[in-house]
């Protein structure tokens, strides 16, 4: 599906085969977890725009829809799951421009993250190389991803640009469902046994039970 190749130390990607879309769509389909209707993309341009850079793989060069920062090049990703995921790669499709994302920094189960809370140290970050075709996957670290609910995704910088744009962001791991504890449901005797507790109960016309 994927292999390797060496670009000297601290590339921390890998380029990916093109021979098997299919392969790469089942291995992509996390955005079919992401809780869409809570995505929150702070610094978009046109709001409600970052949700739609989570799309299927096949739908990756699919340009007309894509998110670009308003105010200055950060973009900023909530990301809910309808479960938790073991998060294995991510795939970061831009402009073939200065418009291209070029660092992204990962946050674990932070929800409603914001820019004032971006300064913290992130659970990883990448350099990113220019991709405008989905070629290059960035690997997480699966022991710092393996349990998942909700993802934040930090892009500060682009390659020089005023504005980030981003066409495509591609999830890639294994999902499971959240487990709710509810109410624990005991099995107890609906009435008391009488025999169990002679001496102690009383009968329906109040004679002691013997």
């Given at each position: 599906?994927?292999?390797?190749?060496s670009?000297?130390?601290?590339c921390?990607?890998?380029?990916?085969g093109?021979?098997n879309?299919l392969?790469?769509?089942?291995a992509y389909?996390?955005?079919?977890?992401?809780?869409?209707?809570?995505?929150e993309?702070?610094n978009?341009?046109?709001?409600?725009?970052?949700?739609s850079?989570f799309?299927?793989?096949?739908?990756?060069?699919?340009?007309?829809?894509?998110?670009?920062?308003?105010?200055?090049?950060?973009?900023?990703?909530n990301?809910?799951?309808?479960g938790?995921?073991?998060?294995?790669?991510i795939?970061?499709?831009?402009?073939?421009?200065?418009s291209?994302p070029?660092?992204?920094?990962?946050?674990?189960n932070?929800?409603?993250m914001?820019?004032?809370?971006?300064?913290?140290?992130?659970?990883q970050?990448?350099s990113?190389?220019k991709?405008?075709s989905?070629?290059?996957e960035?690997?997480?670290k699966?022991?710092?991803f393996?349990?998942v609910?909700?993802?934040?995704?930090?892009?500060?910088?682009?390659?020089?640009?005023?504005n980030t744009?981003?066409?495509?962001?591609?999830?890639?791991?294994?999902f499971?469902?959240?487990?709710?504890h509810?109410?624990?449901?005991c099995?107890?005797?609906a009435?008391a046994?009488?025999?169990?507790?002679?001496?102690?109960?009383?009968?329906?016309?109040n004679?002691?039970?013997?």
């Open positions: 599906m994927s292999h390797g190749h670009h000297g130390s601290g921390g990607h890998e380029a990916l093109i021979d879309e392969e790469m769509g089942l389909s996390l955005y079919e977890k992401i809780d869409l209707s809570n995505v993309c702070l978009e341009e046109v709001e409600n725009t970052g949700k850079v799309k299927a793989y096949n739908e990756r060069l699919n340009y007309d829809k894509f998110v670009t920062s308003d105010a200055d090049e950060e973009l900023l990703f990301i809910p799951f309808t938790n995921i073991k998060l294995k790669g795939i970061i499709i831009g402009a073939d421009d200065d291209h070029r660092k992204m920094r990962l946050f674990k932070r929800p409603k914001t820019f004032d809370a971006v300064d913290s140290t992130p659970d970050e990448f990113l190389q991709d405008t989905g070629l290059i960035y690997p997480t699966v022991v710092t393996a349990s609910h909700h993802l934040s995704i930090h892009l500060p910088s682009n390659y020089g640009s005023d744009t981003v066409y495509y962001i591609g999830l890639k791991g294994e499971s469902e959240a487990h709710h509810g109410v624990t449901i099995t107890y005797e009435r046994n009488v025999s169990d507790h002679k001496g102690n109960l009383f009968d329906s016309v004679h002691r039970v013997q």
